[in-house]
């Protein structure tokens, strides 16, 4: 059994890496096992956006909020890809498989935020910016507000504001966009928590089924699972 503060590694020999380098399951195990990396850096960004006040921590927390959903929706469908191949095992059913069925989650994935994934969060495109400036509304806007002089407490709120429009579609006020963006957080974190555990879950299952052993680092025992 492995105790809480023990660190322990899943190795793999040169030979087994050679032996795997074409196998389509493994190359999937390693493509989700990078988004379990990259949606654990978003969640804890987003957790210590919290802590953060004026300026700063609304540019954290929103643009936490992209990224978050973004990373999800290359998840879901990086699982729906998965689901052929891995659904015979029990650690599918119970995780991604249900995660993929689960209608609390749906939303976060629609076709209108594709933009906003696409071509507002890991590409900017100003064309797509071009679009919404045309369809928003006449009224007075923050270009860019701050808190003193460090570059990093500044907050460049109408591109934002432009962004989370493509993501929840028109709303009629900005109170109304706060509100709407006050709704989707709490969803996208207990989706990603969610996704992380299940993921995490099925890779451990999967590298077991394989054949690889978990070791205690500095230890040369195994340690059982």
């Not at 643009?63 to 029990?90: C, D, H, I, S």
């Not at 996704?195 to 040369?220: H, P, R, T, W």
Request: glycine share 8%; hydrophobic share 45%.
């Amino acid at each position: 059994m492995i105790s809480d503060n023990c660190e322990w590694r899943i190795g793999c020999s040169g030979a087994q890496l050679d032996r795997l380098r074409t196998v389509r399951r493994f190359h999937q195990i390693l493509a989700l096992a990078r988004l379990i990396n990259a949606l654990g850096f978003s969640q804890i960004s987003t957790v210590h956006a919290n802590d953060l006040v004026g300026p700063a921590g609304t540019r954290q927390r929103i643009n936490g909020f992209f990224l978050l959903n973004a990373l999800l929706f290359e998840g879901f469908r990086l699982a729906q890809g998965m689901a052929k191949e891995f659904r015979t095992p029990a650690a599918w059913g119970s995780g991604l498989g249900a995660i993929l069925k689960d209608p609390r989650f749906s939303d976060l994935f629609s076709e209108h935020r594709k933009p906003a994934r696409d071509k507002l969060t890991f590409h900017i495109d100003d064309a797509e910016i071009a679009r919404l400036i045309s369809e928003f509304p006449t009224d007075d806007v923050t270009l860019v507000c701050g808190r003193g002089p460090a570059v990093r407490d500044t907050y460049d709120d109408l591109s934002d504001v432009l962004a989370f429009h493509a993501v929840v579609g028109p709303v009629p006020s900005h109170a109304a966009l706060n509100c709407r963006f006050a709704g989707l957080l709490p969803v996208a974190r207990d989706m990603a928590i969610a996704f992380v555990e299940a993921a995490e879950g099925l890779v451990l299952a999967i590298l077991k089924d394989m054949g690889f052993k978990s070791e205690v680092m500095g230890n040369q025992s195994k340690a059982e699972e």
